[in-house]
């Protein structure tokens, strides 16, 4: 039976899901140890991004992390400094200076992603099996509604 239906007080759910984040929020940063590249979080969401947005700017990566653009410029020199990723001048327009991942940014992004399976292996163990579609039906309505792409282009970036 679940505790959170249609009549259950909004702010139950609310809390449930903030609770559930903290626990996600702390095996994200925890995953970032599976590579041997100092990696910082903010970081690792910006090769989330270019990785889903192929050939983005500095401007789409500054308006998606929600910082200015000095910020973000200096945080690709960073990336580009640990061989992550990119700049390249547009074969379109010469003006455009585009966001690429370099292959070692692949790797770290696919080992990543693979330690936070790992842990999200353990906590599932914990949870009788028949409960886990339910979960997983939850959380794909969230990640849809936050507009994250599904797990398959994950797969395709290997």
């Not at 899901?17 to 979080?41: E, G, K, P, Q, Y």
């Not at 973000?72 to 061989?83: A, N, P, Q, S, W």
């Not at 700049?87 to 991942?101: G, K, T």
């Not at 292959?103 to 790992?118: F, G, N």
Request: proline fraction near 2%; charge should be negative.
């Amino acid at each position: 039976m679940c505790i959170y239906d249609q009549t259950s007080n909004d702010d139950l759910i609310l809390d449930a899901i903030v609770r559930s984040s903290r626990v996600l929020l702390a095996m994200a940063i925890r995953s970032l140890s599976a590579v041997d590249i100092d990696l910082t979080l903010v970081q690792y969401r910006s090769l989330v991004f270019i990785a889903q947005h192929s050939k983005c700017t500095v401007s789409e990566l500054a308006d998606n992390l929600g910082v200015s653009h000095p910020t973000v410029t200096r945080l690709c020199d960073r990336l580009i400094e640990k061989g992550l990723i990119e700049r390249d001048q547009s074969s379109n327009d010469r003006r455009r200076v585009e966001l690429v991942l370099r292959p070692k940014a692949l790797e770290a992004l696919s080992k990543v992603t693979e330690h936070r399976r790992s842990d999200i292996r353990e906590i599932l163990k914990q949870i009788p099996r028949t409960q886990w579609s339910e979960i997983a039906n939850a959380l794909d309505l969230i990640s849809e509604a936050a507009g994250e792409q599904s797990e398959e282009m994950w797969h395709q970036l290997g």
